[in-house]
């Protein structure tokens, strides 16, 4: 068999046990292979204790991979040492004997077992468990649950709470918020909290009624009483009258919803004037798509205060 192009630096992972090394490494390159050998070294030949040595794997699956080919790997030796002296037996006998209590595995469980063996320094109870993925995610229901009911028995955010359902938001989207905070649960401090509880500024609305008017107002420039277009413009017409002299959030807000669904198909282009249906029909669109960003502000004033209060919570 021709040897690997890198077999130099397999050799060094495995015997340079003296230096520190970053090794990077695609997928079923053979590293595991390399950090069996190197742990083996360690032990085998430099008679370092298991107990002493930390290999850490991201999944539970490495782990168990890496302590059972461990196993294996010290049980050939002890088995049959074959040219090696007799203590390489001692040595993987002892291996095999630390290997179930050997800190090999999660970052997780490396991380527990610090915190375990050493819970005064850090400031915890004695008895803490480390939550998997299934465990971690109850245990996430079980807050957002409680959460939930806080936020809307909370009189202070009562409005923001209103606006932002009838913007579109759901409870299922704070939840997502809620989660996606209690991942980076590390930044809020620094990233969320500062500046305090945002204030809600409510964006004006009041240039789309002007924008609204002008356009409808173009309406006199058709030649035929029927064509079809004209009953956009009365709805245009129609949904400025409505909403124009709201001044409370929540009717402004249900005006910006009701202007996405006005449309602006039909009518005949030879009722208007040559090029004044597409100039309006473009106008209208312009107009919608103002409406749409005006209520993006509105949501996103909403949502602030909604999100900082999930954030204090987390
Ligand atoms: N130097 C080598 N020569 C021949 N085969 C090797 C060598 N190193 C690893 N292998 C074999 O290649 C396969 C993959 O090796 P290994 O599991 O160590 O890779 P890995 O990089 O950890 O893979 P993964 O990314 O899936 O975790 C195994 O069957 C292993 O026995
Ligand atoms: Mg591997």
Redesign the pocket.
């Known amino acids: 068999?021709t040897a690997?192009r890198d077999?130099a630096a397999?050799d060094r992972i495995r015997d340079d046990t003296g230096s520190t090394l970053f090794v990077d490494?695609?997928?079923?390159?053979?590293?595991?292979?390399?950090?069996?050998d190197r742990v083996t070294t360690l032990a085998l030949v430099d008679g370092v204790s298991l107990r002493n040595i930390a290999a850490v794997t991201f999944t539970e699956k490495?782990g168990a991979?890496l302590r059972d080919?461990l196993r294996a790997n010290f049980e050939t030796v002890w088995k049959d040492p074959g040219e090696g002296p007799e203590e390489d037996r001692a040595r993987a006998a002892a291996a095999l004997e630390d290997l179930d209590g050997a800190a090999i595995g999660t970052l997780h469980s490396f991380a527990q077992r610090i915190l375990t063996r050493h819970p005064i320094e850090a400031g915890l109870p004695p008895l803490i468990e480390v939550l998997d993925e299934v465990g971690s995610s109850v245990a996430f229901d079980g807050r957002w649950s409680v959460m939930q009911r806080e936020l809307l028995d909370d009189e202070s955010l009562a409005q923001p709470v209103r606006l932002a359902l009838a913007a579109g938001v759901r409870l299922e989207h704070l939840r997502s918020l809620a989660r996606a905070f209690q991942s980076d649960w590390d930044l809020i401090e620094d990233r969320v909290l500062p500046g305090g509880p945002p204030t809600v500024t409510l964006p004006d609305v009041r240039r789309l009624f002007d924008d609204a008017r002008d356009i409808a107002a173009r309406e006199g420039e058709c030649g035929d009483p029927d064509d079809k277009f004209l009953a956009r413009l009365g709805a245009l017409t129609a949904w400025a009258d409505e909403y124009a002299d709201a001044d409370d959030a929540e009717n402004q807000l249900a005006g910006l919803v009701a202007a996405q669904e006005l449309t602006w198909s039909h009518g005949q282009r030879g009722k208007w004037p040559a090029g004044a249906l597409e100039a309006i029909r473009g106008g209208c669109k312009e107009w919608q798509e103002q409406a749409r960003q005006v209520l993006a502000q509105f949501t996103n004033a909403t949502l602030r205060p909604l999100a900082y209060w999930v954030a204090n919570q987390v």
């Open positions: 068999m690997l077999e397999r490494a695609g997928a079923g390159s053979g590293k595991t292979k390399s950090l069996i490495a991979e080919r």
